[in-house]
């Protein structure tokens, strides 16, 4: 019931930015934190970034002030805007929320080049 569907990954040069959408159904993004993860080869699963219901944003240090986490209610979908990408970001990158049960998208892959 609950689908998030992950779009926008590619191949990236390093500098450059992309958006991640997460198109969300069977739950309000307004109504609940939706979180950004990722997970590069060889690597543990990683959270990145949460938007809170009120609007208030977690990131981790690896890309704090490169990443801005943001939604539209109105879309219920919830975006991630990756600027001054570097190599070390290329990852699947999975939309994810908690709402009763833990809910995953199928993942985008991000690949950047130097």
């Known amino acids: 019931q609950v689908q998030l569907v992950e779009s926008g990954g590619g191949l990236v040069q390093a500098g450059r930015s992309l958006r991640l959408s997460c198109a969300a159904s069977?739950?309000?993004?307004?109504?609940?934190?939706m979180n950004w993860y990722r997970q590069a080869p060889g690597k543990e699963r990683e959270l990145v970034a949460v938007?809170?219901?009120?609007?208030?944003?977690y990131y981790a240090d690896s890309v704090k002030g490169r990443f801005t986490i943001s939604r539209d209610d109105a879309k219920n979908t919830v975006y991630l805007q990756m600027n001054s990408l570097k190599p070390e970001d290329t990852a699947v990158y999975y939309c994810n929320v908690n709402s009763g049960q833990t809910y995953w998208g199928k993942g985008t892959l991000v690949t950047v080049s130097s």
């Open positions: 069977g739950i309000d993004v307004g109504r609940n934190a």
């Open positions: 938007i809170f219901r009120l609007g208030t944003t």
